[in-house]
């Protein structure tokens, strides 16, 4: 059942009973057919919203009567004087110099629905595409959040206005020399304009190339009779030969052995190319048994992160650069995905030389391929608001993957979706480690699960950006961003210095990322400190710790081995290393309670430094 029908039977249902029911959304709108001139602004505002967010639909002939519990809908059907007024809404609107635009390709053809006795009218309002946006009301820019229009601040709209110029020079739409449309795929244009028609008929099925022409013209895929980028990108016949590496996908698992089906090479036009791209790294990435679903199998990464950072890397990349997109599937530790471009310098925040070296990125919702991306959407292949980026942290920050992050090269750019847990074993023996520490800046309380998660965050982003690698900073738009409030009161974290004030970027509490307390130890032990094995010395950092921030104040070899591996090891290539680090580490405790440097409480293997210990002794 199509959306409108749907809605339309809602509102007959609830309409009869007198009742009323939350039925508008960011995507919906129902009001009354205005009675004077001066009471349609509100509709004129709410189109405006929609052709300057996701688009909408406004149901005219139905009101809202009442507050509270009585409130219900009413319906008051369509007028026939109201036509003119319909008719007005494409060249309602400005741009931002006030100069008039004509939006009639933004507006499907309206509909006058037989309702309960009545008519109804049906205004479906498409978005504008990027490259257009924004558009003014007398004067204003709206916006639609949940089921409000919302004035769109000045500061978003220049950066609307740096980023419209530079989707005026749109690359995938670059005629291709030699190209002529005669490399149209009719069947390929057809199953494109059969998606667009999707709620309502905007387009015809072509039949033959002429028929098509007044269509590919409009959409760019032609340009002074030559095909574009975007053209055979969607439909366009064996887009290799034109496109080259543009239309290729790499795919290869990295693994020792050489696997003649772990290696395939992907080329064809853009949505069978995201198709096959994302099942290629479906049928590649390890699947296990879901116990809380009954034994269903569960995969390694949540499919719709797939499926997002797939997609938004072909829907992003630069189609000047003639290179394929790599993908590759290292089983157990990652998936990355490298990609011709780069990001806009303004999305970047670098402070390398600073004390905490900075590298973080600014997630963005804006497309670089705007043309691209207004047919991807009709395939449901992007949708915008961030989604990439913001999947990305979301994901992360719900525990389902390890940290994301983006390696820079030379006209490239690679993302890491790292497996496993952002909160893993060693965050959660490093937060233990300070717990006592913690509770107190908390005022006794211990650290919630989100908390724990965004620290976890800033403090593998900070690791992170020591090894050059850049990472997501968190947005209104992540989730979990509010728990960065009770903690950036508590003093758990801190702007860093060089946060720019529209993006603050936070750093964890310094205690937290400290494990070197050799300034301390020397003063508790004296100048023979000096001459310990630097090993011994980070053994003794560690029990240090213990004693002076967890609640348990003691600590074992076996706790000591996890922290040391945390703090030397943060990735997870090794860790069939770790026995060997256990046994070494027990070892050091033996000798350095044979040397008094630490001593056991009651007799157990739990170990504290040694207050008594003897300055003059060495080891």
């Not at 916006?143 to 989707?167: F, M, N, P, V």
């Not at 008929?201 to 340009?223: G, H, N, Y």
């Not at 002076?548 to 081995?561: L, P, T």
Request: hydrophobic letters at 35%; glycine letters at 6%; aromatic letters at 10%.
């Amino acid at each position: 059942m199509k959306i409108v029908d749907k809605i339309l039977s809602q509102l007959a249902d609830l309409i009869s009973r007198g009742s009323y029911q939350q039925l508008e959304s960011e995507g919906i709108e129902i009001k009354p057919v205005p009675s004077t001139g001066g009471d349609w602004k509100q509709r004129h505002i709410a189109v405006n919203a929609f052709l300057n967010t996701r688009g909408g639909i406004l149901i005219l002939g139905v009101k809202e009567e009442g507050q509270g519990q009585p409130r219900r809908y009413v319906f008051t059907g369509y007028r026939e004087d109201a036509e003119a007024k319909l008719k007005e809404f494409a060249t309602l609107f400005t741009d931002r110099p006030g100069n008039p635009l004509n939006l009639s390709d933004c507006f499907p053809p309206m509909e006058l629905r037989d309702f309960m006795g009545g008519r109804v009218a049906i205004v479906y309002v498409d978005e504008l595409s990027a490259e257009r946006k924004f558009c003014f009301y007398q004067g204003v820019a709206y916006r639609r959040s949940l089921t409000g229009e919302h004035k769109i601040s000045e500061a978003d709209i220049e950066a609307q206005e740096d980023y419209r110029r530079e989707a005026l020079q749109a690359r995938e739409i670059r005629p291709l020399p030699g190209i002529t449309p005669d490399r149209i795929d009719l069947d390929k244009l057809n199953e494109h304009i059969h998606h667009l028609n999707q709620p309502v008929k905007v387009e015809t099925i072509k039949a033959d190339l002429a028929s098509a022409m007044p269509f590919l013209t409009r959409k760019q895929f032609v340009i002074n009779n030559q095909m574009t980028t975007l053209g055979m990108l969607v439909c366009g016949a064996h887009p290799e030969d034109a496109l080259q590496f543009r239309c290729h996908v790499h795919g290869y698992v990295d693994v020792p052995q050489e696997i003649a089906q772990d290696k395939q090479d992907l080329i064809n036009n853009i949505i069978p190319l995201m198709e096959s791209s994302v099942a290629y790294v479906l049928r590649n990435i390890q699947v296990g048994v879901s116990v809380a679903q009954g034994g269903s199998p569960s995969l390694q990464y949540p499919e719709r992160l797939i499926r997002e950072t797939t997609n938004n890397a072909l829907a992003h990349r630069d189609y000047t650069i003639n290179r394929q997109v790599i993908i590759a599937v290292k089983p157990g530790a990652y998936i990355s995905i490298r990609n011709p471009g780069s990001f806009r310098k303004n999305l970047l925040i670098e402070a390398p030389e600073a004390a905490v070296p900075l590298r973080r990125i600014i997630p963005e919702a804006k497309p670089r391929n705007p043309r691209l991306a207004n047919v991807l959407r009709v395939f449901r292949k992007w949708e915008g608001r961030g989604i990439g980026m913001a999947t990305l942290v979301d994901v992360c920050l719900q525990n389902q993957i390890d940290l994301p992050y983006y390696r820079f090269y030379s006209e490239e750019v690679e993302l890491f979706l790292c497996s496993g847990k952002l909160l893993d074993e060693r965050m959660e023996w490093i937060l233990q480690s300070f717990d006592g520490y913690l509770e107190g800046k908390l005022q006794g309380n211990p650290l919630s699960e989100p908390q724990k998660l965004v620290l976890a965050y800033l403090i593998k982003s900070e690791w992170a950006n020591e090894q050059l690698r850049y990472t997501i900073i968190l947005t209104p738009d992540n989730n979990h961003f509010n728990e960065l409030i009770p903690l950036e009161r508590a003093g758990l974290i801190t702007k860093h210095p060089s946060s720019p004030p529209l993006y603050p970027i936070y750093l964890a509490d310094r205690v937290l990322l400290s494990s070197n307390y050799l300034e301390e130890l020397r003063q508790m032990f004296g100048p023979g400190l000096d001459a310990l094995a630097p090993f011994l010395k980070e053994i003794l950092s560690i029990v240090y710790r213990f004693n002076h921030f967890s609640k348990a104040h003691f600590v074992s070899a076996k706790q000591a081995s996890f922290i040391f591996w945390s703090q030397k090891f943060p990735e997870q290539e090794g860790i069939h290393q770790f026995d060997v680090l256990y046994r070494k580490v027990r070892r050091s405790f033996n000798k350095l309670e044979d040397s008094g440097y630490i001593r056991r409480h009651e007799n157990k293997p739990r170990y504290e430094l040694n207050p008594e210990f003897t300055k003059e002794r060495l080891l």
